[in-house]
């Protein structure tokens, strides 16, 4: 490595002066036991790890790391790995969503505040991923991401498990008196057997699969399975690429991060069948780099797309079986005629580039365009008088002929509501009926937690009844399914019509002509809205006050509004 092509670098500006400031700052990294041969003149690649054993998803992350370190080292590079707040879905409280803001913040702050030329993202689990890529869109530094993967697939009683998907269906055959406790024990101990995010086409292999499709990650990464040596040997590439970007200062997250890697994202989340929390995670990722992404180009782009992938909830497979078919780049390939194929990833080459030679679809867990599992996209964009700013609905893993209803509501104020009454055997309700939850948005909840999947009542389970139309300003786990409006923006807490609406209301859902109405007289509306008083906030002080005065709405991404990128303000004089 010569001097010319280090001395330009960034973290020069920490280790290159020859002055107490760059012994201070030399001395500091000596103290870990690098010598100065280390330091000169290299490259400083920083590896966010959000390993932690509060995050079971990416418990195996220390390992990869040193992969990743392997990487660097080999090309040349100085790897400082570094802890972030890590964001686990399953024990985090109120909800993991609510963190995400926060783990931005500390991803691009550490960056920014320290002497990296590059940075290595590891995220799994499913609000690290956006978490990280957000963070880094902001402190736009040359960025390349290395997801965790998909754990191994459970088996119980012989047969194999869609961890989050198959629980859901369980917990209702227990409810429903179908299965005893014990067998359920069984299947707890047997729910999640290696490390890795879960397997199905969740949250986390959707924003992993993303990653790919926006060019954030090597090609062919996203779904190798999280125990695999190939994800290993994917660590050191990504670390050794890490290298090259340092060098070459780019591409930087602001130059893969276009409109088309948006548009390729949100072809490859309607082909897979993905999870509704993509949404809101690229509203907010597009926004950190100055892109007014809209809720209806989902839409648009989920009418012209099909889904062509066959995974859990919306199919059969685990990402495991993607991987053997090919995994994303075979996806990529076939949906090539809907892509922009010249969008640049952080490969340095073109997405078409990378995609170029993978396998052809195997017709059982990929198939082609001209013979897709769905004619359109998992997702649908609804809006009317209910959801003025929108809300989606997971049509892939709805029941059909919901999809066009008509019905009264059944209201439940907010989370306890619905936990008291939803079983008592007195509910007035029928599969008709249209079970409302409101009070669980991004200020309401706050953190728009999972609600969005309300359970059956079980006097309606009871008579063989899964699924009827339920709607929230909530989200849904990636992994859940049934007929769901979720994201309903404007929520409630802030005034949304869906603050009015009382039992026995008709609502409309006609999820073809995309209309989402309060079937009410519009005076009445306008009297109603007029009438309303908004709930007291949850929180008077610390993270929680600040989300509750910052978050924006779901169409928005739920970002807090002063983090987004101000494309009108002059660049920010910053010391380093
Ligand atoms: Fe972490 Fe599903 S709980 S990925
Ligand atoms: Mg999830």
Redesign the pocket.
Known sequence: MTESNTSNLRSARWFGPHDLTGFVHRTAIQAEGFSNFAIKDRPVVGIANSWSEL????IHFKLLAESVKRGVLMAGGLPLEFPTISL???LMKPSAMQFRNLMAMDVEESIRAYPLDAIVLMG???KTVPAQLMGAASADIPAIMLTGGPQEPAFFRGRQLG??TDTWKYADELRAGKMTQADFDELEASAKPTA???SEM????TMTSIVEALGMCLTGTASIPAVHARRAQAAEQTGRRAVEMALSQGPKPSEVLTPEAFDNAITLLMAVGGSTNAVVHLLALARRVGYELQLDRFHEISERTPRIVNLRPSGEHLVQQLFRAGGIPTVLKELAPLLHGGAITVTGQTIEHGYASAPAPDGEVVSTMEKPFDASGGIAVVRGSLAPNGAVIKRSAASPELLQHRGPAVVFEDIYDLGARIDDPNLEITEDSVLVLRNSGPVGAPGMPEWGMLPIPEKLLRRGIRDIVRISDARMS??AFGTTVLHISPESAVGGPLAIVRDGDPIVLDVENQRFDLDIPAEEIERRLAELTLPKPKYRRGYGRLYIDHVTQAHEGCDFDFLQSLPDEEPQRLPY
């Open positions: 995050v079971n998803c990416n686990g879905e399953s799994g689990c499913d961890v989050g890795g995010h879960c969740g949250t986390a292999s990636g992994t």
